[in-house]
């Protein structure tokens, strides 16, 4: 990799500014090992002088190559934000070797960290989902993000099959699961979990609706069951009855999350535009 330096300033400033996902104890190790060169001559010391015009050679190396599994929407030294894609599990179902984003972050934030960090689960969303995932990097932070789990706002955009009976309304039903691991609504009982979710109609076309999906509660399918059983199911979703698939994907996307944060107190919100894809027409 060649560097042409713009501004002068110092060796180590210009390489944080061209990786900035590498931590401070990789980007010594560049030093260290001699794959930092000027006119074929190694730049050992962080501290060194770089000036406009110069240019700076940077051997290639695993520690350059360093790169976020998925695009990171927040981080700081408590709490880590990504968007997830779809089509890769949340986290492991107890199977040797599972690929999972949750093993992908640990890897990268082990990496970029030397070791020091670590990704703790908060949450989960389903494979074929995609959107905000929050990750506690210690157990305390997860614990406390948890805990204040009823009071953090989520959102969805979910493309549906049809349109709902009213333009906004709340679905209240009890969950429960069955042996194939296939939710559905059902009495009160005491294997049953209550599910709120509230709606809102944001476009409708000839064969779909985007609509706006707000969670009170976190059980899992709870999105997927509710709207099935309203008449109108997510776009390719075969498990709860969608006869169509024209994305190619789960049309459900966590759009909005907003907690509180478990050091500072303050309220942190985050939010993601409507996928391209989603589009009713």
């Not at 093993?103 to 949450?123: E, K, M, N, P, Y």
Request: contains cysteine; positive net charge; charged residues 25%.
């Amino acid at each position: 990799m060649r560097i042409k330096v713009t501004a002068n300033g110092l060796l180590f400033d210009l390489l944080r500014e061209k990786f900035p996902e590498a931590s401070q104890t990789t980007l010594r190790k560049m030093l260290r090992h001699d794959r930092v060169t000027l006119d074929g001559t190694a730049l050992r010391r962080a501290d060194a002088p770089v000036r406009t015009g110069q240019v700076i050679d940077i051997a290639s190396g695993r520690e350059t190559t360093v790169r976020p599994p998925c695009d990171i929407l927040y981080r700081d030294d408590h709490v880590l934000a990504v968007h997830k894609p779809p089509g890769i599990l949340s986290m492991g179902r107890g199977r040797p070797g599972e690929d999972t984003l949750y093993r992908r972050l640990q890897a990268f934030v082990h990496t970029t960290s030397a070791g020091r960090d670590r990704v703790f689960i908060v949450h989960r969303l389903d494979q074929e989902a995609s959107g905000i995932m929050l990750f506690a990097l210690s157990p305390s932070v997860q614990d406390k993000l948890q805990s204040s789990w009823p009071s953090t706002e989520k959102h969805y955009w979910a493309l549906v099959e049809g349109s709902p009976p009213k333009e906004e309304g709340t679905i209240e039903s009890w969950l429960r699961e069955n042996s194939a691991y296939k939710v559905y609504a059902a009495p009160e009982g005491p294997d049953a979990k209550l599910a709120v979710t509230h709606y809102r109609v944001c476009k409708t076309g000839p064969a779909r609706s985007l609509l706006d999906v707000r969670i009170e509660t976190g059980r899992k399918n709870q999105i997927r069951v509710q709207l099935s059983d309203l008449g109108c199911p997510i776009v390719g979703d075969r498990r709860y009855g969608a006869r169509t698939d024209p994305i190619h994907r789960l049309g459900l996307h966590a759009c909005l999350l907003a907690f509180t944060h478990p050091v500072s107190g303050e309220r942190v919100r985050l939010q993601l535009p409507v996928p391209g894809a989603f589009r009713v027409g």
